[in-house]
């Protein structure tokens, strides 16, 4: 089984940076898809980003395209969520989770592990 520990959330003015960490523990997350959702109270979980095992293919949300940027250290197996000109409406818990395929897909019901959540606020 793998394990998922998010990172890096925090309280931040509108327009600032934060950097999310996703560290996995009990397997290699090499050969894995990885993704990025994020959830408000009373709604769905939402697709954010997702990459493939090297790296070298990445999909956005429409909302967070050209602020948002998803990579991965396999060699310390981590993957991270750069987040930048952020907005109110970005307010929510972020999830990274893993996928045991190559096929990337943006709806959470096919991802098999998942983190506990890191908290991102963004204030005007």
């Known amino acids: 089984q793998v394990q998922l520990v998010e990172a890096g959330g925090g309280l931040v003015q509108t327009g600032g940076s934060l950097r999310l960490s996703c560290a996995a523990s009990g397997r290699t997350i090499s050969t894995y898809v990885m993704g990025w959702f994020r959830q408000v109270p009373g709604k769905e979980r939402e697709f954010v980003s997702v990459i493939n095992w090297s790296g070298g293919s990445t999909d956005y949300a429409d909302s967070v395209k050209g602020r948002f940027t998803i990579s991965r250290d396999n060699a310390k197996n981590t993957v991270y969520l750069q987040m930048n000109s952020l907005k109110p409406e970005g307010t929510a818990v972020y999830y990274c989770?893993?996928?045991?395929?190559?096929?990337?897909?943006?709806?959470?019901?096919?991802?098999?592990?998942w983190g506990q959540g890191t908290q991102v606020t963004v204030s005007s």
């Open positions: 989770a893993a996928r045991r395929s190559s096929v990337m897909v943006t709806t959470p019901k096919h991802y098999d592990y």
